[in-house]
């Protein structure tokens, strides 16, 4: 498993994947990543440790993620951050939350007290099909609601079900409402939802544009951010 990266094509950063205590939902019915959570603190840390030491500020920039939220992540891990990005002059945090952290964001601000970019994963704004099909437990009705919490969601793309429709929404709101966003092409994994190629090939045809969008990340594959497996 890939756990640090550069990102070098848009928003150039460095990410680290960590690991963390188990997701407060783990129910969402496209995800298999809560098999890295764990519940071994001391563990947790050992491997959070090696990866941190990784960082070197090169564009002072940082992105975090887990396979959950970042409340998950162990207070010890979060001090090492915070100890990094003060002696990397890093000045901009990428972070990732569950929906029902909403009113704790401001706990990370403080705490970091640098610029937080958070990303939440949606997946899309249709309600029925994120909360009832994915069963994301994320119930904003709009996303000027999300809007108030968040700054960039993601989007997920390319799940036998979804519809054309309900995509053309998705990419019209996070080009018109969000600052940030990225969009994940579904990769098949140990759950049961399926990929639907043809939905796939559809969407890159008519909106490969977005590539040149510097707001809007696609990973075509879900390590294009050079983490995971
Ligand atoms: S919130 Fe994220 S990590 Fe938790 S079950 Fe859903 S997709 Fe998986």
């Given at each position: 498993?890939?756990?640090y990266?550069?990102?070098?094509?848009?928003?150039?950063?460095?990410i680290?994947?960590?690991k963390?205590?188990?997701?407060?939902?783990?129910?969402?019915?496209?995800?298999?990543?809560?098999?890295?959570?764990?519940t071994?603190?001391?563990?947790?840390?050992?491997?959070?440790?090696?990866?941190?030491?990784?960082?070197?500020g090169?564009?002072?920039?940082?992105?975090?993620?887990?396979?959950?939220?970042?409340?998950?992540?162990?207070?010890?891990?979060?001090?090492?951050?915070?100890?990094?990005?003060?002696?990397?002059?890093?000045?901009?945090?990428?972070?990732?939350?569950?929906?029902?952290?909403?009113?704790?964001?401001?706990?990370?601000?403080?705490?970091?007290?640098?610029?937080?970019?958070?990303?939440?994963?949606?997946?899309?704004?249709?309600?029925?099909?994120?909360?009832?099909?994915?069963?994301?437990?994320?119930?904003?009705?709009?996303?000027?609601?999300?809007?108030?919490?968040?700054?960039?969601?993601?989007?997920?793309?390319?799940?036998?079900?979804?519809?054309?429709?309900?995509?053309?929404?998705?990419?019209?709101?996070?080009q018109?409402?969000?600052?940030?966003?990225?969009?994940?092409?579904?990769?098949?994994?140990?759950?049961?939802?399926?990929?639907?190629?043809?939905?796939?090939k559809?969407?890159?045809?008519?909106?490969?544009?977005?590539?040149?969008?510097?707001?809007?990340?696609?990973?075509?594959?879900?390590?294009?951010?050079?983490?995971?497996?």
């Amino acid at each position: 498993m890939d756990r640090y990266s550069i990102i070098e094509n848009k928003n150039h950063r460095e990410i680290v994947l960590l690991k963390g205590f188990p997701c407060v939902w783990g129910k969402c019915s496209f995800c298999d990543y809560i098999l890295d959570n764990s519940t071994n603190e001391e563990e947790i840390n050992e491997i959070n440790f090696n990866v941190l030491s990784n960082i070197t500020g090169k564009y002072k920039v940082l992105e975090v993620i887990n396979s959950g939220s970042c409340f998950e992540i162990p207070r010890k891990t979060l001090e090492k951050i915070k100890e990094i990005i003060d002696e990397k002059g890093i000045e901009k945090l990428f972070l990732e939350s569950h929906w029902c952290y909403r009113n704790r964001l401001n706990e990370m601000r403080e705490f970091f007290n640098i610029p937080i970019i958070f990303k939440i994963g949606v997946e899309t704004f249709d309600y029925d099909f994120r909360n009832d099909f994915l069963n994301k437990n994320a119930k904003f009705k709009a996303p000027e609601e999300l809007k108030e919490y968040f700054d960039s969601p993601c989007i997920m793309v390319g799940i036998k079900g979804q519809s054309k429709e309900s995509i053309d929404k998705d990419m019209e709101i996070i080009q018109n409402i969000f600052t940030h966003s990225t969009v994940n092409i579904f990769t098949p994994n140990t759950s049961k939802l399926e990929r639907d190629g043809e939905l796939i090939k559809w969407f890159i045809d008519k909106y490969s544009f977005l590539d040149k969008n510097p707001n809007i990340e696609i990973l075509y594959n879900n390590t294009d951010f050079g983490v995971g497996d």
